[in-house]
């Protein structure tokens, strides 16, 4: 279920960064994505996919990272066998791409106003994650930053047939804490997610207008 965009939450614009986040009066639940929406991750995971890339001749760059930012790293390396004309082996380059980031992982940092907002909120509304990443360094990303207190219920590309952009792992999150799809709030940083909280039928929120992008930079 698209919102307009209102001043007061943001939703799907990029004129309100810096603006406190907050829920929408109507949501009974929030989801939230974790990698680039919880943890700022996404310039380790960069890093790492360009790292891996590079002994195939792909020069990988932040713009085709931020088309597949939110996809699981198996069908990543399939998309990118398809964008490029490579044959790298999708299992194989994938899981080798996870091993790198998780050497990295020690340097997330938080999303500050997204954290903000599971804190006030915790304890108040059913909360869960619903990511594209593996269900292990998922939780481990959780102890990172010390957010595993305020989660009990993750969805990751491993509990769902079809991960995004597919609606399954919303939904999935849905049902799990005895919510309906449009009394979800989702809280999203990439383009598939947002594509599967739409198909689910949620309201949801672009973190990105909220605090800075740096998927490209060094770390």
């Given at each position: ?6 001043p ?9 960064k810096n603006?406190r986040?907050?829920?929408h009066p109507?949501?009974k639940a ?9 943890a ?6 960069f890093q790492?996919y360009?790292?891996v ?8 760059k ?11 790293a198996v069908?990543?390396i ?7 004309g490579?044959n790298?082996?999708?299992?194989e380059?994938?899981?080798?791409k ?5 050497k990295?992982?020690?340097?997330i ?9 599971v ?6 509304i059913?909360m869960?994650?619903?990511?594209g ?8 990303s959780?102890?990172i ?8 219920i993750?969805?990751?590309s ?21 919510a ?8 999203e ?12 039928g ?8 909220f ?6 930079k060094?770390i």
């Amino acid at each position: 279920m698209p919102l307009k965009p209102t001043p007061d939450f943001g939703f799907g614009t990029k004129n309100y960064k810096n603006k406190r986040m907050d829920i929408h009066p109507k949501a009974k639940a929030l989801i939230f994505d974790l990698d680039g929406t919880l943890a700022d991750t996404m310039p380790i995971h960069f890093q790492a996919y360009k790292k891996v890339l590079h002994n195939f001749g792909i020069d990988f760059k932040p713009e085709i990272f931020e088309k597949l930012a939110g996809i699981p790293a198996v069908e990543t390396i399939t998309r990118l066998n398809e964008m490029y004309g490579t044959n790298m082996n999708a299992q194989e380059i994938g899981h080798l791409k996870e091993s790198v980031y998780e050497k990295m992982m020690h340097k997330i940092q938080p999303v500050e106003p997204v954290v903000a907002l599971v804190k006030r909120y915790y304890g108040k509304i059913p909360m869960s994650v619903g990511t594209g990443g593996y269900k292990r360094l998922s939780w481990k990303s959780l102890r990172i930053l010390k957010l595993d207190r305020y989660f009990d219920i993750l969805v990751s590309s491993e509990d769902v047939q079809r991960p995004k952009p597919n609606p399954d792992t919303f939904l999935r999150c849905a049902e799990l804490m005895g919510a309906k799809p449009s009394d979800c709030q989702v809280f999203e940083d990439g383009i598939t997610g947002i594509k599967a909280a739409k198909t689910a039928g949620m309201m949801y929120t672009l973190v990105t207008d909220f605090y800075e992008v740096t998927i490209g930079k060094e770390i």
